[in-house]
């Protein structure tokens, strides 16, 4: 069936530097997207979304980018914190249907 | 804004017995979704559910799983005879009537011995 891939499945980076999160979906009718954030014990915490009708979002510290010609969706973490440590899941949804889910990446927060 | 509830956060037993699990939605979520997610691995849908009705149970084990949602608001998703791959953390997610922001509950972790 349709799935939702990371490009790497872990990522270290240095505290205060910037965190890029990438993403490949397979669906192209999919038209809704979220990132969600997984701390160990907890269930998937909402970060940000877009919808394909959009190329670019931001929240507060972070900036999701869809890039749909080549389906492609990626998370930007601005001055990443100690707490930003978690794994990191991407889902894509069509209207109505179910959010499919890729692997996740693991960002780890170096000090 | 009350997050959604599940129950029990953690679950032992033992393979071929029976189990079940419990979710609330947030308040006025007509979509109401089980996912389950194997550690190291993203959540996989289990069913999906709109008001009492089922949406989407392609993926669902017939065979052992079940789940209902009888008033179209809280939940009850049951494995029956369990199996040691049953062992997973089980998510129930909910999501309102603007289609956005699917919300997750903490999950109930169970583990088959």
């Known amino acids: 069936g349709e799935s939702v891939g990371l490009h790497l499945p872990t990522l270290s980076v240095q505290e205060g530097d910037n965190s890029i999160i990438n993403c490949a979906y397979s669906n192209s009718a999919s038209d809704y997207f979220i990132w969600y954030k997984q701390e160990s014990g907890k269930g998937p915490q909402f970060i940000i979304d877009?919808?394909?009708?959009?190329d670019k979002r931001q929240g507060q510290r972070v900036t999701v980018l869809l890039n749909k010609t080549v389906k492609h969706l990626s998370l930007q973490i601005a001055a990443t914190q100690p707490g930003d440590s978690a794994v990191y899941f991407c889902?894509?949804?069509?209207?109505?249907?179910?959010?499919?889910f890729g692997p996740g990446t693991r960002l780890s927060v170096l000090p | 804004e009350a997050g959604v509830a599940q129950s029990p956060r953690y679950k032992i037993i033992e393979k071929r017995q029976s189990v079940a699990f419990w979710c609330n939605p947030i308040s006025g979520h007509a979509t109401l979704y089980w996912y389950q997610q194997i550690l190291g691995q993203g959540p996989k849908l289990l069913i999906q559910?709109?008001?009492?009705?089922?949406?989407?149970d392609s993926q669902l084990p017939k065979d052992r799983f079940s789940a209902e949602r009888l008033k179209g608001v809280d939940s009850t998703l049951k494995i029956q005879p369990a199996k040691l791959e049953d062992s997973a953390v089980y998510l129930c997610?909910?999501?309102?009537?603007?289609?956005?922001?699917?919300?997750f509950g903490q999950g109930t972790r169970l583990t088959v011995v």
């Open positions: 889902a894509e949804n069509m209207y109505g249907q179910n959010f499919v």
């Open positions: 997610a909910s999501m309102g009537p603007l289609n956005t922001e699917a919300f």
């Open positions: 559910f709109q008001n009492n009705g089922v949406v989407d």
């Open positions: 877009i919808r394909s009708n959009m």
